[in-house]
């Protein structure tokens, strides 16, 4: 086992990608800490972790408030004594808006403040309350989920349907933070790095499926899955770049590139981006 006595935290692991992470580190053998906003979700990981033969623990919460981070890094060090991996793969769109500013740009301010406290904020706040186990026990790796839309733009077409501005901000700027913390943190023993999932059928692209076949005219009444694996067939050159693999990206492919760079296997990769989408997006 790659991960055997490494005690891992998974940030938003309920379903989707970070369900993938966590089930792909409890099968190599870590003790996964499986945060989830909802209790239920956090359950159902762990108990299918279990089923797999690993361990792991559910901590249900809203990692996005920092009462809540710091109760799950407490929590995990009082019970286990240290902490070796850390995966922040909270983000998406917030749950829910506050009432906006009374003022012409305040929808457009919510937006960009909600953005920043969904897919920014909390992995700072988690990494430094972690960063500073991890400077005790000198070690660690810290593995910060962003998106190839955090790489370049995508097109207007795209934007203006699928994906607001605000959303690739934020993933850019947890790439930008990933270097910076690889550079403060690697005389630690502290290895950063980033993951950038490509396109992946989860319930955002499942939902946005559903969105284009019933409100975009020219997809209108096509099967939602069937439109989803159109884009890695350039069925949409309007929205979506080329991906010449011409094959969708899944939940496991994400959870096979941060157990790469959780592993000794990626001792000496730190401060790097893994861009894990078929190849649509190139650097």
Known sequence: MKLGKKIAIVSAAGRGIGK????????????????SFSEATANQCASEIEALGGHAIPRPGDITNPVTIMAVVKETIDQFGKIDILVNNVGAGPKEFSKPPEHPLGRIENIWNAMYGQNLLPAVLMTEAVATQMKKQEGGKIVNISSIAGI?????????????????A?????????????????????????????????????????RATEKIPEFQG?????????IF??????????????????????????????????????????????????V
Request: glycine share 8%.
């Open 170 to 210: 934020m993933k850019a700027a947890l790439i930008s933070y990933t270097k910076t913390c690889a550079d403060l943190l690697g005389p630690s023993n502290i290895n950063v790095n980033a993951v950038c999932p490509g396109i992946v059928y989860t319930d955002a692209w499942k939902q946005n499926a559903e």
């Open 233 to 282: 067939s350039d069925e949409y050159p309007q929205y979506f770049d080329r991906t010449p693999l011409r094959r969708e990206q899944s939940t496991e492919d994400m959870g096979n590139a941060v157990l790469f760079l959780v592993s000794e296997s990626s001792m000496n990769i730190t401060g790097q981006t893994i861009i894990v989408d078929g190849g649509m997006f190139k």
């Open 152 to 168: 370049d733009s995508f097109s207007p077409k795209m934007l203006n349907d699928f994906v607001h501005p605000s959303y690739s």
């Open 20 to 35: 993938g992470i966590a089930k792909a580190l409890g099968e190599e053998g870590a003790t996964v800490i499986v945060n």
């Open 222 to 230: 096509r099967d939602p899955r069937k439109w989803f694996e159109g």
